[in-house]
Structure formats: structure tokens, C-alpha cells
Nanobody, 117 residues
């Protein structure tokens, strides 16, 4: 079992920044592909950014150049730095650890990000 705990959400003005963190339990964090998803009211959950265990980060088009995903395997933590935030970034952000059939698929409970003036 892997437990994921997100933090760092909140209310920010358009153009502002937030840094989300996701702390994972367990000793095999490095074996998981780590992802950030978001879900806005009335919309489907979408993949925002991912960082594979041994690959390059990837981003959905709407956040490229504004968001940066990173991971610290020594701290069992994945981060999402969000800059130049827009009202359309408002959503609940979820951390996901994907390890396939061998290691499983785990989700955090989410953290609310609200971008509003």
C-alpha cells in the first residue's frame, strides 16, 4: 500500500504561483511513475503533468511553460510548481502514483486550487 498526501493548495490571484507537494509512504517510491491530475467542477479529471521513474516530464498543452513537475526520490515527494496561474486552472489537484500491475495504482485525496481575483 502507498499513501499519498497532497499539500500546498489554496486561493491565489491570476498571475500568481503555488507549489503543490505530494508525500508518499513506502520504500519503493522511485519505482512509480508520478502524476498530477486535476478535476474542475462539471469536468472530467485530466492529466496535468507526469514524471516517469526514469523518463522526462510531460505536460498537457494548456500548462506547458507555466507548470513544472519534479520529484525527490530521497524524500518520497513529487512537486508541481505552478506559475502564471489562470482562473481556468481552478480545480482539485490529485496526486497519482502509477506502478502498473506489479506495484499498483494509488491516489491522494486532492487539494483545492482556486485562482480568482
Amino acid at each position: 500500500q502507498v499513501q499519498l498526501v497532497e499539500s500546498g493548495g489554496g486561493l491565489v490571484q491570476p498571475g500568481g504561483s503555488l507549489r503543490l507537494s505530494c508525500a508518499a509512504s513506502g520504500s519503493i517510491f522511485r519505482l512509480y511513475n508520478m502524476n498530477w491530475y486535476r478535476q474542475a467542477p462539471g469536468k472530467q479529471r485530466e492529466l496535468v503533468a507526469g514524471i516517469p521513474r526514469g523518463g522526462r516530464p510531460n505536460y498537457t498543452d494548456s500548462v506547458k511553460g507555466r507548470f513544472t513537475i519534479s520529484r525527490d526520490n530521497a524524500k518520497n515527494t513529487v512537486y508541481l510548481q505552478m506559475n502564471s496561474l489562470k482562473p481556468e486552472d481552478t480545480a482539485i489537484y490529485y496526486c497519482n502514483a502509477y506502478g502498473g500491475l506489479e506495484y499498483g495504482d494509488y491516489w491522494g485525496e486532492g487539494t483545492q486550487v482556486t485562482v480568482s481575483s
